[in-house]
């Protein structure tokens, strides 16, 4: 089991569906740390994608504090420094079809009219299923590689952890 003890900047990457605002929300109530999600900041009511500078600019100041926990992706600059400030780094990388798979359930779960648990405000949930698994796809086939090659450039003090599977991540969330 990882030890987390005296973790204070944590950055949780990987593609959508794969449980990282989940394991971020569990962490920041476990270890006391403040929680952030890249995607509160960078969608505006109606899926409109906010302006990346000002995506930027609000990311870059939750780096520069002291405790933080920031689950998602965001522009490639942001995410960038983002690894660097960060003392403890997850990659969720789960395989492909259990990002499906898990995306296909939260989108079931709103067709039935049930929340996420981190409701984007003004955001309809089922208007971006395609979308969604569309992104899915391109991520794992198109910017994991650039994401991975990043990661192996990341700071040496940094603890990294690498979740392969829900086992794995539900232990780790449990830590």
């Keep these: ?7 204070k900047r944590v950055a949780i ?20 740390l403040p929680f952030f999600s890249v995607d509160q900041i960078q969608w505006l ?18 780096v520069t ?17 983002r690894l660097a400030a960060a003392d403890t780094i997850i990659f969720v990388d789960l395989p492909l079809w259990m990002h499906f798979w898990l995306a296909a359930e939260r989108q079931i779960s709103a067709a039935r009219g049930e929340d996420r648990s981190d409701p984007l405000q003004g955001c309809d949930q089922l208007a971006v299923t395609r979308r969604l698994f569309e ?14 090659a990043m ?3 990341r700071p040496a003090t940094a603890a990294y952890h690498h ?3 829900m086992a794995e991540l539900d232990a780790f969330g449990r830590s």
């Design 151 to 153: 990661l192996e450039r």
């Design 13 to 32: 990457v990987g593609n959508a569906g794969g449980g990282k605002s989940t394991l971020g929300r569990r962490l920041a109530d476990q270890h006391g």
């Design 65 to 81: 504090t002291e405790r933080w926990i920031l689950d998602g992706w965001g522009p490639w600059l942001s995410l960038e420094k």
């Design 45 to 62: 009511p109606g899926w409109v994608q906010a302006d990346e500078g000002v995506v930027t600019r609000k990311l870059d100041e939750v």
């Design 163 to 165: 979740m392969t599977t």
């Design 135 to 148: 992104l899915i796809w391109r991520v794992d086939q198109d910017l994991k590689p650039r994401l991975q």
């Design 1 to 7: 089991m990882p030890s987390l003890v005296g973790m």
